[in-house]
Structures are given as structure tokens and as C-alpha cells.
């Protein structure tokens, strides 16, 4: 599968603000973790890390709304169909007034940006973020959206495995964890 460049930055970011919220919701077990978006220097460490461009000072209400956007875009990792994810995709791109445009700032190639210039960060997100999203409903390939399997993770990952038969957000944690746990179970019910 074929992902443009800037359409694979933007589902990394969705995936990496979908895993900054705690107790998500979802049953993915994620008991104890803390919000990762908990204050508004929390927001800004995120901003930075993103490298999100053209965001200028940020208080509580851009806080708050882009928590929300964070829930929204968990709603589309749980989604049950494509139909549902595009239900979901189409009001959050729509509430963040979409205005797509040609740029190639900052020393990146030509990519479209789907936020209006001065748009809040949440609008940001939602736009260029929901947009990647719409690219992976539009592409068939929704189901490539999904949450860690480990019991005790649930984070959000996008499966871009050739046969899509990822199952962990992180195999050299997640899922070596759980193949070690399930060789010990095979070797003490040997021994037993």
C-alpha cells in the first residue's frame, strides 16, 4: 500500500495523540497510565515533538478541544465498520472548516495541508489528521486502524504490515512479552 509522505506523518500523529490518552475507554487495559495531554505544557511538548507547523500561543481552551479531537479520533480507531469511521471522519474534518492547500514550507517537498492558515491546533489536527484517516477508509483499508492486543496496552497503532496480521503496537515489547509469558505457561504445564 502506497502512502504518500505527508498522509504517513499525519496517521503517526493521530496514532501518537490517540496513545496520550489515559484510561482510553476502549477496555484496552491501560489501567494507571496518565493523561499524556494532562496541561498545557504537556500540549506544547506534544506540538513540538509533531513538529506541527504554524502553531502560535496555546491556553486551556485549545487544551480542552484537543482532547476532544483525541477522543474523536479513539471513536474512529473503535470503529466496527468503514461506514462508521467515515460517519465519524466526515464530522470532524467538517467541524475543523477544511481548506486545503499546496505548501512546502520548512524544508519539506510539495504536500497538502487541509487546515486553514491560523487554525487552531485542534483544527489542525482534526483536519490533516482526519484526512489521513479518510485516505485509509477511501484506500479499503480502515481495518489497518486498530489497538495493541496485549492485555494490559491497548495502544492505537495503523497496520502497515504487507497481509495485515500485526497484532501489537510494539512486537519487541507488546508481543514479546506475551509470546515469553505464553512459552513459560507451555513449559510449566509440560513440567506439571
Same mark, same amino acid.
Given at each position: 500500500?502506497l502512502i504518500?509522505h505527508d498522509?504517513r506523518?499525519?496517521l503517526?500523529?493521530v496514532v501518537?495523540l490517540?496513545?496520550?490518552?489515559p484510561e482510553?475507554?476502549?477496555g484496552? =487495559?491501560?489501567g494507571g497510565?496518565p493523561d499524556?495531554? @494532562? +496541561?498545557?505544557e504537556?500540549?506544547? /511538548? $506534544?506540538v513540538?515533538s509533531q513538529?506541527?507547523?504554524g502553531v502560535g500561543d496555546l491556553g486551556?481552551?485549545?487544551l480542552?478541544?484537543?482532547?476532544e479531537?483525541?477522543?474523536r479520533?479513539?471513536?474512529?480507531f473503535a470503529?466496527p465498520?468503514?461506514?462508521?469511521a ?7 474534518v467538517?467541524?475543523?472548516g477544511?481548506?486545503p492547500?499546496?505548501t512546502?514550507?520548512?524544508?519539506y517537498d510539495?504536500?497538502v495541508?487541509?487546515?486553514?492558515? =491560523?487554525a ?6 482534526a @483536519? +490533516?489528521?482526519?484526512?489521513a484517516l /479518510? $485516505?485509509?477508509?477511501?484506500a479499503g483499508?480502515q481495518?489497518r ?10 495502544h ?7 497481509n495485515?496480521?500485526?497484532r501489537?503496537?510494539?512486537s519487541?515489547?507488546c508481543?514479546?512479552r ?13 513440567a506439571g
Open positions: 500500500m504518500p498522509t506523518i499525519a503517526d500523529t501518537d490517540v496513545n496520550t490518552a482510553d475507554g476502549t484496552g =487495559g491501560r497510565t499524556g495531554l @494532562a +496541561d498545557i504537556a500540549l506544547y /511538548a $506534544f513540538r513538529g506541527l507547523s486551556r481552551r485549545d480542552r478541544a484537543v482532547q479531537v483525541r477522543a479520533f479513539a471513536e474512529v470503529a465498520d468503514a461506514r462508521t467515515a460517519e465519524l471522519i466526515n464530522r470532524l467538517a467541524a475543523a477544511t481548506t492547500q499546496l512546502d514550507h520548512d524544508g510539495w504536500h495541508h487541509y487546515f486553514a492558515p =491560523g487552531s491546533v485542534a483544527d489542525h489536527l @483536519a +490533516d489528521c482526519g484526512m /479518510a $485516505f485509509m477508509v477511501v483499508e481495518e486502524l486498530r489497538r495493541c492486543e496485549a492485555p494490559d496496552c491497548g492505537a497503532f495503523v497496520d502497515l504490515s504487507r495485515r496480521s500485526r501489537y503496537c510494539d519487541r515489547t508481543g514479546n506475551l509470546h515469553v509469558a505464553a512459552y513459560r505457561a507451555r513449559r510449566k504445564e509440560a
